[in-house]
């Protein structure tokens, strides 16, 4: 289950330190940050379930379903290049 509720210790903290960490990266090293952020916490969590809800979430979608969930797991993902990142 993806917790929503607020549970961030020293948030403001956390902010900060995100924002440094990018500090002198390009728009593609910003980027692949990024990722590789979301792919360490990804496997922090490891739940499936929990990780395509964050997924619909983070994309605007606030409905989650098992049957939706599961069909989204067999499909194959092309990532796509940030528009503003080729510019």
Do not use: K
């Not at 509720?5 to 330190?17: K, R, S, V």
Request: aromatic share 2%; with cysteine; proline share 6%.
């Amino acid at each position: 289950m993806l917790n929503t509720q607020p549970h961030l210790q020293a948030c403001d903290d956390f902010y900060e330190a995100l924002i440094t960490a990018h500090q002198g990266l390009s728009t593609p090293e910003s980027h692949a940050m990024n990722a590789r952020l979301v792919l360490l916490l990804a496997n922090h969590i490891g739940d499936q379930t929990t990780l395509l809800h964050a997924l619909q979430l983070a994309r605007g979608n606030p409905q989650h379903s098992s049957a939706r969930a599961a069909a989204v797991e067999h499909q194959a993902i092309t990532p796509v290049v940030p528009s503003h990142a080729t510019a």
